[in-house]
Every structure is written in C-alpha cells, then in structure tokens.
C-alpha cells in the first residue's frame, strides 16, 4: 500500500508491505525491515528497524497527524488524508499551517490576485523557511495572520476565493 506523509513539512511517498506481524517500509528506493514489540516503558515502544532497537514515543495530534520521538528528536509525521495544505470551506481554499510556527514573511494582501503557486507566506519552523503557496488561482478574502505572528498547526492562515 503506498501512502503520502509529510514529515517537518518535506513530502515523501512511502510503500507498506506487511507481512506476518513485521512489514517492509520502501522510502525513496530504501526498504527497512520493521517490528514493533510489545515492550512500552514510559510511553515509549520498541521499534525494531533493520534488526536495530530504536525507542519510539508516537502521540496523535490529531486524526493522521502525529508527533513522533525518536531519542531527543522530535518529527511532525502527517498522513496524505490529513495533510493541512489546503481545505476547501465556502468554495475557497484555506491555507492552514502545516506546522507550529512563526509567520516571517506575508507576500500578499486582502483583495489581491494570486496565481496557482504563488507565495502567500513564509512559515519558519525549526528555523527553516516553508513557503506556503496558492493552490489555485483567486482573490485573497481572508487574511488571518499578520508578519510575527505565531501560529499552531492546523490553524486558518489564508483565504483563497476561486475566481
């Protein structure tokens, strides 16, 4: 089964195998052996990765989103049918946050028309820049953040109206 996840904001297409209790994950061309054991200290779990145990913490943020601990590194991991994006709401497109951050940069104002692709803003997260752009082409109607803002995951940052 082939998915699409987004992990720190960079998209990836990943392939499940499962097999018997222990599956085959491929990442761009890369296959790793996976087992989860029944061992859980502390909310951690084991992973077995390519025969190498790795403690994992893994907390839903919400319905195909999770916060994934691995030692003292912590990954957004983001299932395709909850990639933030975009959603459709009142015939527009709603550009939410695919991350906590800081909004660095706005590349446009309320009313202005914007191409399918053009920046709309930069959201600096983890100290790199992710520029989140138009989905389609339209007017802005809705400008919910400001430069300096800070902003959670999920949350309402543009409105797209379809021309």
């Known amino acids: ?6 992990v720190n904001g960079k998209e990836f297409e990943v392939e ?15 296959t790793y052996s996976i087992d989860l054991a029944d061992i859980r200290m502390e909310g951690f ?32 991991v983001m299932f395709q049918e909850a ?15 695919p991350m906590p ?16 692709g053009q920046p709309l803003l930069i959201l600096e997260a983890m100290k790199m820049q992710n520029e989140l752009n138009a989905k389609s082409d339209g007017v802005v109607k809705e400008l ?5 803002d800070t902003v959670g995951i999920g949350q309402k940052l ?4 379809a021309e």
């Open 83 to 97: 990639m933030i994006g975009t959603a459709m709401e009142d015939e527009g497109a709603v550009i939410t946050a």
């Open 101 to 116: 951050g800081l909004v660095a940069e706005l590349h446009v104002a309320l009313n202005d028309v914007v191409k399918k």
């Open 45 to 76: 779990s084991s992973v077995l990765i390519n025969d190498e145990s790795i403690q994992v913490n893994c907390r839903m943020v919400k319905e195909g989103d999770y916060l994934l601990t691995i030692g003292h590194n912590v990954y957004e």
């Open 1 to 6: 089964m082939k998915k699409k996840i987004r």
């Open 144 to 148: 919910l953040v400001a430069k300096g």
């Open 16 to 30: 499940v195998r499962d097999d018997k209790g222990c599956c085959e994950v491929e990442v761009e061309g890369k």
């Open 158 to 161: 543009v409105v797209v109206e």
